[in-house]
């Protein structure tokens, strides 16, 4: 018997005692299963997320509203940004504080072709969601984050995060709040892969430096 002979079997077995006309829409699914894990604080679960993403080699950052600005300067500064493309509904007062002699804006355009992303030192963006739990960092196109493909081409993402109304703690909780329907990207760290050696490469398939703000209001 082959190994495709006896998953069948199994699966024949498994669905001996179902009638050939029900549909998986007419039997209830259990789903009982645990929806965090643990007892946690609003701050517990923040710096759970925030001791996460770093496990995942994200850089952290945290701040207030009013100190947001002066933070995305530095970090631009920082990483010697000539340029940043920004999402249609990204909050305009989020680099009030940026150059913009030294930093052009790049809007988020279909115009933009994955060349001239590339070309691009900096991206930000909000998200849609983060969890704890896991670290991850969800976008789904919404205003504040663009089209996929701007976090997925520049070498350098900045995410927003805003606390605590965008963080839950597990991924049933996440995944409530996110329509199936719209392009989800879910970011746990910067992009990375290793070969048949465990060597790891960072940059392959999205960006070589995350950069994550927890802005706590």
């Known amino acids: 018997m082959s190994s495709r002979d006896l998953v069948l079997a199994r699966v024949r077995r498994a669905l001996a005692d179902v009638p050939r006309t029900e549909r998986p829409s007419e039997a209830p699914v259990d789903r009982g299963y645990l929806r965090a894990h643990g007892d946690r604080t609003t701050a517990q679960t923040?710096?759970?997320?925030?001791?996460?993403?770093?496990?995942?080699?994200?850089?952290?950052?945290?701040?207030?509203?009013?100190?947001?600005?002066?933070?995305?300067a530095r970090l631009l500064d920082g990483r010697g940004a000539t340029s940043v493309v920004l999402p249609p509904g990204l909050p305009a007062e989020w680099l009030s504080a940026v150059d913009a002699q030294r930093v052009?804006?790049?809007?988020?355009?279909?115009?933009?072709?994955?060349?001239?992303?590339?070309?691009?030192s900096s991206v930000v963006t909000g998200c849609a969601v983060a969890v704890a739990e896991t670290g991850t960092v969800v976008l789904d196109a919404g205003p504040d984050q663009g089209r996929r493909r701007i976090t997925l081409v520049p070498d350098h993402h900045i995410c927003v995060i805003r606390v605590p109304e965008q963080v839950v703690d597990s991924v049933p909780q996440a995944l409530e709040r996110l329509a199936?329907?719209?392009?989800?990207t879910w970011i746990s760290g910067p992009s990375a892969?290793?070969?048949i050696e465990l060597d790891r490469?960072?940059?392959?398939?999205?960006?070589?430096?995350?950069?994550?703000?927890?802005?706590?209001?």
């Open 104 to 120: 052009e804006r790049i809007a988020d355009t279909e115009e933009l072709t994955p060349h001239d992303l590339d070309a691009v």
């Open 201 to 217: 490469v960072e940059g392959v398939h999205g960006p070589r430096t995350l950069e994550v703000v927890l802005v706590e209001s």
């Open 46 to 72: 923040v710096d759970l997320l925030a001791e996460n993403l770093a496990d995942y080699r994200a850089i952290v950052h945290r701040t207030d509203p009013k100190g947001l600005p002066g933070l995305m």
């Open 193 to 195: 892969t290793s070969d």
């Open 180 to 184: 199936p329907g719209r392009p989800l």
